[in-house]
T-cell receptor
């Protein structure tokens, strides 16, 4: 089944403890992206990657890191999480959005930082 | 700067009604528009993707239309069912920025048995 898989689904952590949220897609998509969703603010893009070894900042990149060493994986790294990073996170992929292809989203990761 | 608005923010209807959800955008220069469904605490499921050259797309009981000149899209749901209860989000891909989607805040739909 074609899908975007995020892990974990739920995570509670403490301030300052480094964590990684994994994202993997099995559709050979070139483009991958991370979003966070907060009440009243909607979905906001954190980082995106147009292809392997190519990443760029979205609208709210502060406090996050990403890497794209392989086409299928796009992990989101929080080096020193803070409570304001408590949110619902989504990973998305697309074959080539610049050619009009749509996006496929993962099931989300609910992160709580205490 | 492109902005996407969805009205109403919430909608409650009895089962069986036909309903329309609205999405408006401020800049008509879009690449495409995509409708998603989000169930509480869950991921986003793509419903329909409309390219800028298209007027509508259909999938089962769902029909999405696009009027670029007026900056509007509608999602029509026929014969609504309780299982349609969810939040519906529309997202626009700007013609000038092909790398990200610009999102509305969604319409929360409740279909009552």
């Amino acid at each position: 089944e074609a899908q975007v898989t995020q892990n974990p689904r739920y995570l509670i952590t403490v301030t300052g403890k480094k964590l990684t949220v994994t994202c993997s897609q099995n559709m050979n998509h070139e483009y991958m992206s991370w979003y966070r969703q907060d009440p009243g603010l909607g979905l906001r893009q954190i980082y995106y990657s147009m292809n392997v070894e190519v990443t760029d900042k979205g609208d709210v990149p502060e406090g996050y890191k990403v890497s794209r060493k392989e086409k299928r994986n796009f992990p989101l790294i929080l080096e020193s999480p803070s409570p304001n990073q408590t949110s619902l996170y989504f990973c998305a992929s697309s074959l080539r959005p610049q050619q009009g292809y749509g996006y496929t989203f993962g099931s989300g990761t609910r992160l709580t930082v205490v | 700067k492109q902005e996407v608005t969805q009205i109403p923010a919430a909608l409650s209807v009895p089962e069986g009604e036909n309903l329309v959800l609205n999405c408006s955008f401020t800049d008509s220069a879009i690449y495409n528009l995509q409708w998603f469904r989000q169930d509480p605490g869950k991921g986003l499921t793509s419903l329909l993707l409309i390219q800028s050259s298209q007027r509508e797309q259909t999938s089962g009981r769902l029909n999405a239309s696009l009027d670029k000149s007026s900056g509007r899209s509608t999602l029509y749901i026929a014969a609504s069912q309780p299982g349609d209860s969810a939040t519906y989000l529309c997202a626009v891909k700007d013609a000038g920025n092909n790398r990200k989607l610009i999102w509305g805040l969604g319409t929360s739909l409740a279909v009552n048995p």
